[in-house]
C-alpha cells in the first residue's frame, strides 16, 4: 500500500487537511443547456460526489448525503470553460459531517477564474448494516479551520431547525 504524495502532502490523521479535495470538470456539450452554460443540477451533482469524497476521507465508511443547503450560483460557467471544485469537512458531528465546496470557474484562454458556486452539505457516516455511526473527530488545526467550523456550528441548528419544521409539517 502506497500513500499519494510526500510527507507535506500527507496532513496528519483527522485534519480538516486531511479531507481536502480538488476535482476538476471541462464542461463538455452534454453538461450545457440551449444558452451553453452548464446545467444547475450537473453542478450540483459534481458538488455532491466532490462533498462526497471529503466526507468518505473523514469517516472511512459508507457515507449518504443528508442534505444540501441552498446553492447559490454565483457566475455562468460556459461550454468550454474548466469547472474546478474544492471541498473539505467543515465540522464533524454525532454520526454526521458538514462539508463546504466551492466551484470555481475557468476559463482554459485565459487561466482567468471566478467563483461560480458555494454550497454546503451534510453527510451521515453509515455502518455495515446501514444505519448512523459515530463519525471521528475533526482535529482543527488553523484559524481558518476554527472559523468554518464555527459557521459550521450556526448552520447545523438552522439546518436541523429547518428539518423539524418540514418533519412537523408533513
Ligand atoms: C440521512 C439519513 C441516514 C438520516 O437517517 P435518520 O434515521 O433520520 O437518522 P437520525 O435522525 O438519527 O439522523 C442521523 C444523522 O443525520 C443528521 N440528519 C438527518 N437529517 C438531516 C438533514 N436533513 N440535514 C442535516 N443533517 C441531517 C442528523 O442530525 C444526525 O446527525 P448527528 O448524529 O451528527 O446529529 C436517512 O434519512 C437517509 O437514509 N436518507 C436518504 C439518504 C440518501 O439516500 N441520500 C442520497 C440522495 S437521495
Not at 1 to 7: A, E, L, P, V
Not at 22 to 36: D, R
Not at 145 to 153: E, I, S
Request: with cysteine; proline share 5%.
Amino acid at each position: 500500500m502506497t500513500t499519494i504524495g510526500n510527507d507535506s502532502e500527507n496532513p496528519p490523521k483527522g485534519s480538516v487537511a486531511a479531507t481536502r479535495v480538488e476535482m476538476t470538470q471541462v464542461v463538455l456539450p452534454q453538461f450545457a443547456n440551449s444558452l451553453g452554460n452548464v446545467f444547475g443540477g450537473q453542478m450540483v451533482s459534481w458538488i455532491d460526489i466532490c462533498a462526497a469524497v471529503a466526507a468518505q476521507r473523514h469517516c472511512r465508511a459508507q457515507v449518504v448525503t443528508a442534505s444540501i443547503d441552498a446553492v447559490h450560483f454565483m457566475a455562468p460557467v460556459k461550454l468550454g470553460h474548466v469547472v474546478v471544485l474544492k471541498s473539505q469537512v467543515n465540522a464533524a458531528f454525532s454520526t454526521s459531517v458538514e462539508c463546504g465546496v466551492s466551484a470555481w470557474m475557468e476559463d482554459p484562454l485565459t487561466g482567468e477564474r471566478a467563483r461560480a458556486v458555494k454550497a454546503y452539505s451534510t453527510f451521515v457516516s453509515l455502518d455495515e448494516a446501514g444505519h448512523p455511526q459515530p463519525v471521528p473527530p475533526l482535529t482543527l488545526l488553523t484559524d481558518e479551520d476554527r472559523r468554518r467550523h464555527q459557521a459550521a456550528l450556526a448552520r447545523r441548528q438552522a439546518r436541523l431547525a429547518l428539518r423539524a419544521a418540514q418533519q412537523g409539517a408533513s
